[in-house]
């Protein structure tokens, strides 16, 4: 019997940007400890920052930034959503970003009916945010986008049936997509621990084996394996 990973891998998606990401659109960004340019960056300045990705992406000509699935990242460090006790320090993240401009529509990359969704709001969170349910040859599973605009919640009914490639939400501009330079968080989830409209999004070190458990690879669905 196929697992639910073997599933998704073996299902055919819409595009959840509207178009096919590919190395001709899309560059990844690294927000490890490993890129020095961190280092000189004022994350705690949204403005900031937003000109640091957006410069990337215009100086190689490019639509998205991608990257981030169980990245060890160096940017948490800018809020204190992400800031408990030092062993606990949340800073692996669990989906993957898409880094673009303001206003980018977002599709459905399957069918689905929004589970929960709500205004996340907060310096660092997720802003507001919708979590669709799916059901695929037997399985179960959620997937989650975060960082939107106000605008696709405001008129959201819990249950309202979400068709595969129909455009439901958009990227949502700073400071009300939770004060982070444009991007979807975009995360699968099997399991939603009984939470509704949000789900971590970042886990501590020693959380990382069970969330690897629950949040599959969502390049399963974006179609983009070079993260």
Known sequence: MSSLPETLAQTPFYP?????????????????????????????NTAAFDGYVSGLLESEGKDFGIGGYFEKRAIYRRSA???????DFRDIHLGIDIWGAAGSPVFAPLEGKVHSFQDNAGFGN????????HALKGFSFYTLYGHLSRADIRDLEVGKVIAAGSEF???????????????????????L???????????????IEKYRRICLDPNLLIGFPKN
């Open 126 to 133: 997720y802003g507001p945010t919708i979590i669709l349910e």
């Open 81 to 87: 959503v992400f800031a408990t006790a030092e062993e």
């Open 169 to 191: 939400c958009r990227l949502g501009p700073y400071p009300e997509n939770g004060d982070w330079p444009p991007h979807l968080h975009f995360q699968v989830m099997a399991d």
């Open 193 to 207: 621990l009984g939470m509704k409209g949000d789900f971590p999004g970042v886990c501590s070190h020693r959380e």
């Open 16 to 44: 959840i940007m509207g178009i096919n990401l590919t190395e001709l659109n899309t560059r990844n960004l690294d927000f490890s400890p490993n890129n020095p340019e961190l280092e000189h960056l004022d994350l705690s």
